[in-house]
């Protein structure tokens, strides 16, 4: 099977070859990291993983005027006005990108056994090879691909447009974890794609929504992803509604919807707190030192303390995560107290007979007292009526989903981003999804691309003003994409 090409037509490789993506997927290994160099998990007391999330959003400003100017990334224009706001960090950033590439090498080399997990977006990925930075792919390709440093770098899935899954339409959803699969595959090889088993949702945010929720587990298992990151308080336990009591190891995320169908997902829980402290300061080690194993389904486990943060925001993660990680790589390797990634420590512990029905069941926030007054199966009218009800009854109820943190919404206050977004999405349902264009139509490409493009959680988490109206111009262009290039297909 031929690698696939990074770009066609200009544009990143985000759909078309549907069929040998799903091909890759099905015929992977069981296993990845247990055929390699692994931790000896039957003799350590605990371990610990971070995630390092990187991204950087599409913004139309390539120009002085609003809906002429060319869409660049945040770290392009970053780098030409270096001097707005934080902008001076553009440099410090782009090291970011790569410097794991230059860790792990460096640690191996030394006869350690560094584990980290990346995250980074499609937009970050064609942002930075438009820009020329190629050194951040030849940097990562090294620690992605070659034998002797993969098992030591696990990446995870993520929507390609850092889209927040409560609020961004079911089938677009669908779209950006395709989109980034095909774009990884383009820029690492199917090797590596068969090897990407976990997935992490921007912004942490579950939708807890019965119906969505559920087509969000389904659209993660059906594209081959095994087990997802979630935050701890955006869960609850079905039967009191409390949040995870074994918050160290794994879950089984369980989501039914409407009609009463369920599906499940394995649920690794990221614990509260500063997120970009408590990785730079690899906090998730020290406290996995101050645990022993458990009991698990009769077996003797380790723990797992999990942590995930962004990669290079904040001063902590650009100044004090480089040493501390190298430090803690080195002091951890060998000892009782292992560093591991999510899928190394899963294919162990299922190795060990434990099964995935053994681990504990959480389902999303809220959903046990919809369950208390509905039966699934009886439909999303009854479900509606339910909602509305315990809406009006508590006010802290929602069904906006959760996300890290608690006390943003990324619905109220946005509708006038909000709405051109999903005035957008019909718009591609309608005329290029209903009538079977096809994924390799250049059409479909650079309409899904802007799609995509448009519905980036910054355009909202940044607040009303230039963020809200970058995102609004992106919504525009791709309706004016979508009806000029589409008002003449006779499949419309």
Known sequence: MSELPEYIDGLPNICGSEA??????????????????????????????????MHQPLIPAGGDDLQTAEIISNLQYMMEHPDIGDNHNASVFHWCYKRIGEFVPQLIGEGKQPRVMLEYSGTLFHGLRKMGLDDVFDCLRAV????????????LGAPWGHAVAPSTPVQ???????????????????????????????????????????????????????????????????????????????????????????????????TQGSDTKLVA????????????????????????????????NGGVMMNEFPPKFMEVAREASGSATAMMNVTEYLEHLLASGVREADFPGVQPLFQKAIWERFQPGDGPEKLAQVIETLGKEDHRFH??????????????????VLGPMEEASALFSEKVLKPGIPTSDSRYRNALFHLMASQTSCYRYWGQGQWTDYGR????????????????????
């Not at 992605?144 to 990446?155: G, L, Q």
């Not at 594209?223 to 869960?235: A, K």
């Not at 645990?291 to 303390?305: D, F, I, M, Q």
């Not at 069904?399 to 006038?416: A, R």
């Open 20 to 53: 040998k993506i799903e091909e890759v997927i099905k015929n992977r290994p069981d296993n990845v990291y247990l055929s390699g160099p692994t931790v000896d998990f039957n003799h350590i007391d605990s371990a610990c993983a971070v995630a390092l999330h």
């Open 144 to 155: 992605t691909c070659n034998p002797d440093y993969r098992n030591a770098v696990e990446w």
């Open 172 to 270: 677009d959803y669908r779209l950006h974890v395709k989109a980034w699969q095909h774009h990884f595959a383009a820029v690492f090889g199917f090797e590596a794609l068969g090897r990407v088993r976990g997935f992490s949702p921007s912004e942490m945010a579950l939708p807890n929504h019965p119906d969505v929720a559920y087509k969000f587990v389904k659209t993660l298992k059906e594209c081959g992803f095994e087990w997802v990151l979630v935050q701890e308080h955006t869960v609850e336990q079905p039967n009191n509604g409390h949040g995870p009591e074994l918050k160290h190891l794994p879950h089984r995320l369980v989501c039914t919807n409407s009609k009463g169908e369920t599906v499940s997902i394995i649920a690794i829980i990221k």
């Open 281 to 312: 300061q690899m906090q998730p080690y020290y406290e996995a030192k101050s645990l022993s194993r458990w009991e698990l389904a009769g077996k003797s486990v380790p723990p797992l303390v999990t942590q995930i943060a962004d990669g290079e």
């Open 399 to 416: 069904m906006e989903g959760g996300s890290w943190t608690s006390d943003l919404s990324w619905v109220d206050g946005y509708e006038n």
């Open 473 to 492: 111009e992106i919504c525009r262009r791709t309706e004016a994409i979508i009806r000029h290039d589409f008002q003449f297909d006779k499949a419309s």
